[in-house]
């Protein structure tokens, strides 16, 4: 399983983000990014387990999603699932789980400048949507990369590339 296009509908996915990014399209950028570590997180799942849980989105995020090593904020998989909570269930930045004192929120810059600016004393972080989109496919290329050269992760990963959405040309009928 190491030919390259087997992972295409991985790749698709991460390529999709990035038009978003490249239109402005803010909003579905972010989305789109916890969509994808959503997904990935449960391809990665154990084999037992037929749903993705927390504990696998928190797991990835932790193992594959790093940002630039300069960057003064650095991602922790509870902060990212709870951005992800706030923003895919009330188009917001605060979720039940910001209840936490330890949890981070994130906030969203969109300027031509990737860095992350950390405010501790508020808990928040201003995340730059260019790096986050930047991290989040450069956590599928590991991924993958993973992938190929564990054999294990690999099979089991292949073997749930079916529950992944592919797109495929639409052919109108007449």
Known sequence: MNKKEDW??????TEQIKQ????GLVT????????CIDAMASLARPS???RVTRADFIGWCDKYLKSNTQQQYQYSGKDVYAARCALL???????ELHDKSD???FLYHDCNHLTHQLY??????????????????NAVDSFIA???????LGDLVVSRLDEVITVVPYLARS
Do not use: W
């Open 89 to 95: 269930h009330t188009y917001g930045t605060t979720a």
């Open 103 to 105: 949890i981070m929120k």
């Open 28 to 35: 579905p950028s972010i989305a789109m990014s916890f969509i």
């Open 48 to 50: 037992g387990n037929s």
């Open 8 to 13: 295409s509908v991985l790749r698709g996915l």
């Open 146 to 152: 993973e992938c190929t050269s564990n054999a294990s």
């Open 120 to 137: 501790a004393e508020e808990n928040t972080v201003a995340i730059s949507t260019k790096s986050l989109v930047i991290d989040v496919c």
């Open 20 to 23: 978003c990014d490249a239109q």
